[in-house]
Structure formats: structure tokens, C-alpha cells
């Protein structure tokens, strides 16, 4: 994470609402206003010294006082969720960076919100405000029991006629057929959550092309080709400079390598932090940010993860 982006923050706040999941509040230990923010906007966490995540913003956008973000205890995680779980403290001082937003939510006369587990966050923002504007909007959140569903409880009790909570163990999985056949054409179709959750809905509005999906990934989603990564040439057009990618190492490496300041956070195509615009040549999109049509505009990629279709890139560094 680039440190012009990085400001500290304040654990003002450390709850549980849920098993294996805790509740972070954060504030400027100055007393100074919170970063603003709209629903589905992330923030990275500079836990340690090589140790950044990044956590979507859950609160309320228009506290100007705080930042709130939950963290599911990943079992087989990479160190962050038991570093915020097990170390992080009310008083220790946190590196904040964001709020970025590269899930922002549409206009539109209704939605339908799908959440599996801890999914729900970036998800919280956005039927706050869809009620407050009094649009049409249901949610469909489900996770492997009541107990690990953060926020289940005050969900249901104040919207007990839009919400429906589906715990694995007493239902089974979600019915994302039932549940997508009973939405109006226009739908916006939010959802955030486990893989194969993500697949399956994007497996089924693809078979319908009525709805509007759109879908948050914590993780980089897989990919499969067989193609055998080569050198290429990419210009850094404001930096006048030109560098040779190898093989065997990333774009962002190659930029750094090259002495040119990138912004850039998970390395893995995620969190939308290394986002650069392209200004000529066609890039291998291997992220799990941009949407189809975002990828097949060619006008911007992430230079953590994509390469170049072509032997030369020309990009806006």
C-alpha cells in the first residue's frame, strides 16, 4: 500500500456480532472526520509492517465519525483475520487506506441483495440506503449456521418482510433459481460471498440476461487457460520510460523495477487498488474486479495480476 494513500486510524471498537467474526470500529485518534465513503466501498488495513488486507466498509455512511468493518476468522487464512482476531486491540493504532469503491451501487427501481456468510458487509450500505430511498429491494443471506450470520438478527427484526435468512444447517442451500424466477426484469442483483456462491448466480442470470448482477469477490477468482505467459513491452507514457516484462515476473514488479511509483495493496486482482488506464494495446485480464463489459473495453486493467495480449502496452504511468 502506498503511504500518500495511508493515514492512521484508532480501534475505538472491538465486538463480536457473530461466531468466528468481529466487529472493528475505527476513528482518527485526532478526533478528526472519517473518510467519506458510499456503499460498497472497501478500505485496506495495514495490520503489520508486510501484513495488508483489505475489508468492506459496513457502518453507516453518514457517520462521519467512524469506520466500521467485520472480519471472519479465516481457519486457512494468510495471517490477517487471526492478526485482527487475536492481536488487534481497543486503543491500537491501524494503517487505513481507501476508501476505494469498484462495487458501487446502481440506480435502480428494485434489488434483490444475495449474502453468504461474512459477504453481508459491503451489502449492509447498500440496503440502508435503497430502503431510505424507499425502493422495492429483498435480501437472500445465507451461511452454514444462524449463530455464524453476523448482523442476522437485527436484519430480520427491522426489515421482517424483505429479508430472508436461509442457515445451511436447518434449509440447506440457497434456492437461487426460486429466488431469481420470482424478480422483475431490471433487477439489480447484488451479491458477495463464497466461490462457488458467486459462480452459481453468475451461472444463472446469465441464463436469464434480464437481471443486472453484480458480484463482489474476496477472492481471486480461478482461472483457467493453458496459456504459457512471455515477455512483452509496456511504455509508461507520463514517465517517458519503457520496460521489458519478463516472463516470470508481474507487470507491478516490472513498473516498480523500472523506478515508477503504482499504487497497489493485494497483489492478487481484488481489491482494484493497482487499477492503471491503458492507453494502447489489448491486456490479458486476469482479474476478479472489472466486469465483462469493463474488460472488454481495453481502457484500464490491474497491473497486479493482467499482462498483455500483444508483444507491446502502452499505459497511463
Not at 13 to 30: E, I, M, N, Q, R
Not at 39 to 53: E, F, K, Q, T, W
Not at 229 to 251: I, K, P
Amino acid at each position: 500500500m502506498t503511504g500518500n494513500e495511508e493515514r492512521k486510524m484508532r480501534v475505538v471498537g472491538k465486538t463480536s456480532p457473530a461466531d468466528g467474526v468481529v466487529c472493528l470500529t475505527l476513528a482518527d485518534p485526532d478526533g478528526l472526520p472519517a473518510p467519506s465513503w458510499q456503499p460498497g466501498a472497501h478500505i485496506d488495513l495495514a495490520l503489520d509492517s508486510d501484513l495488508v488486507r483489505q475489508y468492506s466498509l459496513c457502518g453507516d455512511v453518514a457517520d462521519t465519525s467512524s469506520l466500521t468493518v467485520a472480519v471472519l476468522r479465516e481457519a486457512e487464512g494468510r495471517g490477517g483475520s487471526a492478526f485482527v482476531h487475536d492481536t488487534l486491540e481497543e486503543g491500537d493504532l491501524v494503517g487505513v487506506g481507501g476508501p476505494r469503491n469498484h462495487f458501487a451501487l446502481v440506480d435502480a427501481e428494485s434489488y434483490l441483495f444475495v449474502a453468504g456468510g461474512i459477504g453481508i458487509t459491503p451489502l449492509l450500505p447498500m440496503l440502508r440506503q435503497v430502503d431510505a430511498a424507499g425502493r422495492t429491494w429483498r435480501l437472500l443471506y445465507g451461511g452454514r449456521t444462524r449463530a455464524s450470520m453476523a448482523f442476522a438478527n437485527q436484519l430480520a427484526e427491522a426489515y421482517p418482510d424483505r429479508v430472508q435468512l436461509h442457515p445451511q444447517d436447518e434449509f440447506g442451500l440457497l434456492d437461487l433459481a426460486a429466488a431469481l424466477d420470482d424478480t422483475a426484469a431490471g433487477t439489480a442483483v447484488y451479491s458477495c460471498g463464497p466461490e462457488p456462491l458467486l459462480r452459481a448466480i453468475e451461472a444463472e442470470c446469465a441464463a436469464r440476461g434480464q437481471l443486472r448482477l453484480h458480484v463482489e469477490r474476496f477472492a481471486p477468482k480461478e482461472l483457467h487457460s493453458s496459456t504459457i505467459d512471455s515477455e512483452f513491452e509496456v511504455e509508461l507514457n507520463r514517465s517517458g520510460r519503457s520496460v521489458l516484462v519478463a516472463a516470470t515476473e508481474s507487470l507491478l514488479d516490472a513498473v516498480l523495477r523500472s523506478g515508477v511509483d503504482a499504487d497497489f495493496s493485494c497483489r492478487e486482482g481484488t481489491c482494484g487498488t493497482c487499477e492503471v488506464t491503458v492507453l494502447s494495446g489489448a491486456p490479458d485480464h486476469r482479474d476478479s474486479v472489472l466486469t465483462e463489459d469493463e474488460q472488454a473495453a481495453n481502457d484500464a486493467m490491474m497491473i497486479c495480476v493482467s499482462r498483455s495480449c500483444g508483444p507491446r502496452l502502452v499505459l497511463d504511468l
